[in-house]
Structures are given as structure tokens and as C-alpha cells.
């Protein structure tokens, strides 16, 4: 079983900084990405930034520049962060881990993907 936790949350005032942390542990496949989604209330769930590798990174639009993600290993556990700067009050929501593993399951190329997520975290911008 993999578990996600996530880390970090909080109020800040806009301008501010956060660091969003999340922890997978458990029987750990080996991830394809990982990456942080938010919802704000009323919103659907976006992405705000997902790894691949520490080449491959990709950020919404709305938070490049501002944002960065990184990832480590360690302990048999995979450590993924999320560095907020330049806080916005649009930034705020819940912050969700994310995990997937994708293998090819058979000759045809037929893809299995399994999904993991955190409970979220609250992040809170004020103006």
C-alpha cells in the first residue's frame, strides 16, 4: 500500500513563501511523475506542477517563475516538495500530492496506470 502525506500548509500574506512537502511511503512503485494540484472552493482540481526528472518539469502558467518543484529519494521513501514564492491570494486552496505509476501490461502496448493521492493541504493567501 502507498501512502502520500502532505506537509507544510498554512496562512501567509501575499508576497510570502511556502514550502509544501509530501512524503510516499509504503510498497512504492517506481514513479513515472509526480506532481502538486490545487482546488480552490467552487474550482475544479488544476495542476500547478508536476516532475519527471530533475530535467523534466512542468508548471501552469500561472505560477512559473514563482514556483519550483523538486524531488528526492531516501530511507526506501520519495520526498516531493513544492517551493511557493511570491504568494498571490489566487493561490490559495487545497494542495494535493499526486503519484503515478504507469507499466505496459501486455505485446499490445496496453498502458496500466495507478494514481496516488495525498489528503491535501490548506494554503491560505491573504491580501
Known amino acids: 500500500q502507498v501512502q502520500l502525506v502532505e506537509s507544510g500548509g498554512g496562512l501567509v500574506q501575499a508576497g510570502g513563501s511556502l514550502r509544501l512537502s509530501c512524503v510516499a511511503s509504503?510498497?512504492?512503485?517506481?514513479?513515472?511523475?509526480m506532481g502538486w494540484y490545487r482546488q480552490a472552493p467552487g474550482k475544479q482540481r488544476e495542476l500547478v506542477a508536476s516532475?519527471?526528472?530533475?530535467?523534466?518539469?512542468?508548471?501552469a502558467d500561472s505560477v512559473r517563475g514563482r514556483f519550483s518543484i523538486s524531488k528526492d529519494n531516501a530511507d526506501n521513501k520519495v520526498y516531493l516538495y513544492l517551493q511557493m514564492n511570491s504568494l498571490k491570494p489566487e493561490d490559495s486552496g487545497v494542495y494535493y500530492c499526486?503519484?503515478?505509476?504507469?507499466?505496459?501490461?501486455?505485446?499490445?502496448?496496453?498502458?496500466?496506470?495507478?494514481?496516488?493521492w495525498g489528503q491535501g493541504t490548506q494554503v491560505t493567501v491573504s491580501s
Open positions: 499526486h503519484a503515478r505509476h504507469t507499466v505496459v501490461v501486455n505485446e499490445a502496448g496496453d498502458l496500466k496506470k495507478d494514481e496516488y
Open positions: 509504503g510498497n512504492i512503485p517506481n514513479f513515472n511523475v
Open positions: 516532475i519527471m526528472s530533475s530535467r523534466l518539469k512542468n508548471f
